[in-house]
């Protein structure tokens, strides 16, 4: 299955439905939205984790932590009801768009649009359930997982975008007769346009000799999904410079920053974590603690390794080129994410143990990591070229 190459027209007005569960699908959504932006159109975003209601919102994600937590119970949902497409799958779903849908009708009411994609598999379920009442709107899924399960597939569905042949084929495991189009995954613009490691390491403000120490950069999704305090605390032990990405976890961050405080090698006092460096980093290894932060093209930029949980954030390190430690961290998708990143090489696996961290960055940093492929996309607006045309006429 080859990848569109003729943009075709961007549709006039574009809704799209993303989801607040960790920070991977608002990225593909902002890249997408870009992609159509770009073309002239006009795009409204939607959360559909919002449109459920703060409650509902709220609930939904304390339950999917918890269960994240306890891994053979996401395990047990994810393989033996999510992928299998259980009739507890099928529950979940109705339960979820019941209120959704007319939520998103009134946006849909309001916004007029002429495309409808879903970046989400719950919005995918609500746009199926919306499209009979929209003849001539056709309605586009973008499924960001390796491996698609039950509630990203739906009758009424025009189109299925997928980042490889193995989101293709569980697609069609549910779907036979799906229309599905293979395009290269969605990585946002700044990450092409990203510094040196030398120009990215100076805006980070490290010490003219702070090229001895190997740099590493430590983060597990938006949510902080890992123990990074103590993987941090063991990477930084080995004699590596760790700049520690805590997301939106500000439980997480407030930990990383006391741990800065053993291995200390940015600049002391208020917004440490959010701008490190503007005082000017200590040469050597320790650790430099982030919060939620927009300038991860150039964190990625100044490290030497890249360690982090398999998602999105694995495509970003891969347009930067750095090689990966991915670690297994995440149940579920996560499983199947980590191993179709392993299939691409350039990465090596481990648990998100300190022993096991420290000694797969260790290899990295040695050479002993598989060749990566090259990226396929050479610049942003070759990817939207590429949505433009996979888009249905």
């Known amino acids: 299955?080859?990848?569109?190459?003729?943009?075709?027209?961007?549709?006039?007005?574009?809704?799209?439905?993303?989801?607040?569960?960790?920070?991977?699908?608002?990225?593909?959504?902002?890249?997408?939205?870009?992609?159509?932006?770009?073309?002239?159109?006009?795009?409204?975003?939607?959360?559909?984790?919002?449109?459920?209601?703060?409650?509902?919102?709220?609930?939904?994600?304390?339950?999917?932590?918890?269960?994240?937590?306890?891994?053979?119970?996401?395990?047990?949902?994810?393989?033996?009801?999510?992928?299998?497409?259980?009739?507890?799958?099928?529950?979940?779903?109705?339960?979820?768009?019941?209120?959704?849908?007319?939520?998103?009708?009134?946006?849909?009411?309001?916004?007029?649009?002429?495309?409808?994609?879903?970046?989400?598999?719950?919005?995918?379920?609500?746009?199926?359930?919306?499209?009979?009442?929209?003849?001539?709107?056709?309605?586009?899924?973008?499924?960001?997982?390796?491996?698609?399960?039950?509630?990203?597939?739906?009758?009424?569905?025009?189109?299925?975008?997928?980042?490889?042949?193995?989101?293709?084929?569980?697609?069609?495991?549910?779907?036979?007769?799906?229309?599905?189009?293979?395009?290269?995954?969605?990585v946002r613009g700044a990450f092409y346009a990203a510094p040196s490691r030398h120009q990215a390491r100076q805006a980070l403000g490290a010490a003219a000799n702070d090229d001895a120490a190997p740099w590493v950069l430590l983060s597990a999704g938006g949510w902080g999904g890992a123990p990074l305090e103590r993987l941090a605390r063991a990477v930084a032990a080995a004699g590596c410079k760790v700049l520690a990405v805590a997301g939106r976890s500000q439980e997480l961050e407030q930990r990383l920053q006391r741990a800065a405080g053993t291995f200390p090698a940015g600049p002391a006092g208020p917004g440490r974590s959010a701008g490190a460096g503007r005082s000017g980093l200590a040469a050597g290894p320790g650790i430099v603690p982030f919060g939620y932060s927009d300038r991860m093209?150039?964190?990625?930029?100044?490290?030497?390794?890249?360690?982090?949980?398999?998602?999105?954030?694995?495509?970003?390190?891969?347009?930067?080129?750095?090689?990966?430690?991915?670690?297994?961290?995440?149940?579920?998708?996560?499983?199947?994410?980590?191993?179709?990143?392993?299939?691409h090489g350039g990465a090596l696996a481990c648990r998100a143990e300190p022993g096991a961290v420290r000694a797969a960055v260790e290899s990295v940093l040695a050479g002993e990591v598989p060749p990566g492929r090259p990226w396929p996309i050479a610049s942003p607006d070759q990817w939207h070229r590429q949505l433009l045309a996979a888009l249905p006429r």
């Open 1 to 186: 299955m080859s990848p569109p190459s003729d943009a075709g027209a961007a549709p006039r007005r574009s809704l799209i439905v993303s989801g607040s569960i960790g920070q991977g699908h608002a990225s593909v959504a902002e890249v997408c939205a870009d992609a159509l932006a770009g073309a002239g159109g006009t795009c409204s975003v939607v959360d559909a984790m919002a449109l459920l209601g703060s409650s509902a919102s709220l609930a939904g994600e304390r339950v999917f932590r918890r269960m994240l937590r306890i891994a053979p119970l996401y395990d047990a949902l994810h393989f033996s009801q999510l992928r299998a497409g259980t009739a507890l799958a099928d529950a979940m779903d109705r339960a979820a768009t019941r209120r959704l849908v007319p939520r998103l009708r009134r946006q849909v009411e309001a916004f007029a649009p002429d495309l409808l994609v879903a970046v989400f598999a719950t919005g995918a379920g609500a746009l199926a359930r919306l499209r009979p009442e929209l003849p001539g709107v056709p309605t586009v899924v973008v499924c960001t997982d390796a491996s698609a399960h039950r509630l990203w597939v739906h009758p009424g569905i025009d189109r299925y975008l997928v980042f490889s042949d193995v989101a293709a084929g569980t697609v069609r495991q549910y779907q036979p007769g799906a229309d599905v189009v293979r395009i290269a995954p969605a």
């Open 297 to 343: 093209p150039e964190l990625m930029a100044a490290a030497d390794v890249v360690v982090t949980t398999a998602g999105q954030t694995c495509h970003e390190a891969r347009v930067v080129g750095r090689p990966l430690v991915l670690l297994d961290a995440v149940p579920g998708h996560g499983r199947e994410n980590l191993l179709l990143e392993l299939a």
